[in-house]
Structure formats: structure tokens, C-alpha cells
Nanobody
Framework: VQLQASGGGLVQPGGSLRLSCAASGFTSNNYVIAWFRQAPGKEREGVSCISGSDGTTYYSNSVKGRFTISKDNAKITAYLQMNSLKPEDTAVYYC??????????????????WGQGTQVTVSS
């Protein structure tokens, strides 16, 4: 299984970015894809996740209403649309995937598969 994250960059406050996480090697759609982020000097935290089986989505309180996660099963790719970005959203964003229970999708230890990080910088 391989995950390829992309789409990070530099954006001004209030701007938008869309991250992509392309997955390969899964034999079914019954897996969760999650986005985590890690800001300098802080612990990695869960941002959002989506269930492969029924499309249920979860968001952290800090991004709820601003970020939207989606998944294209045909392309086996998940997206994180990030709107109304704030400087505190600045972090390295990682995608992860595995057969986990969706309600536990922010538990990092449950994931064996991780993509490389993509840097998101929100600054004027």
C-alpha cells in the first residue's frame, strides 16, 4: 500500500487549498482515509477522516465548517478542501489509511500506512 499526498503550498489568510491523497494497493474500499497535521513544536493531530464503506466524515473542532473531506473511489483518491485558511492552520499535513473503525479515525496508532507530508503555510 502506498499513499501520495500533494497540494500543499503558501496561501494568504482567508484563502483556499485542496490537498490530495492518492492511494494504491488496497484490495477493497473498506478503509478509512484520514488527514493529520503537525505544526512546529506541536504534536500531530487529527484533522478529518472519511470512511470508505459509507462515506461518513469526521472533523476536528478546529476545522469544522471550513474543511471538507471527500473521496473518489474510482481514482482511490481522497481530497481535503481547505477554505477560510488561518495562520494557525500552518502545518505539515499527512494522509493515512487503514482498515480502522471510522469513529476511531483520529487514533494515529491504528494506521500502518502513511503518505509523505505536504507543507501548508498560511501567511500574508
Amino acid at each position: 500500500v502506498q499513499l501520495q499526498a500533494s497540494g500543499g503550498g503558501l496561501v494568504q489568510p482567508g484563502g483556499s487549498l485542496r490537498l490530495s491523497c492518492a492511494a494504491s494497493g488496497f484490495t477493497s474500499n473498506n478503509y478509512v482515509i484520514a488527514w493529520f497535521r503537525q505544526a512546529p513544536g506541536k504534536e500531530r493531530e487529527g484533522v478529518s477522516c472519511i470512511s470508505g464503506s459509507d462515506g461518513t466524515t469526521y472533523y476536528s473542532n478546529s476545522v469544522k465548517g471550513r474543511f471538507t473531506i471527500s473521496k473518489d473511489n474510482a481514482k482511490i483518491t481522497a481530497y481535503l478542501q481547505m477554505n477560510s485558511l488561518k495562520p494557525e492552520d500552518t502545518a505539515v499535513y499527512y494522509c493515512a489509511a487503514d482498515n480502522v473503525v471510522a469513529i476511531q479515525c483520529f487514533e494515529m496508532v491504528l494506521y500502518d500506512y502513511w503518505g509523505q507530508g505536504t507543507q501548508v503555510t498560511v501567511s500574508s
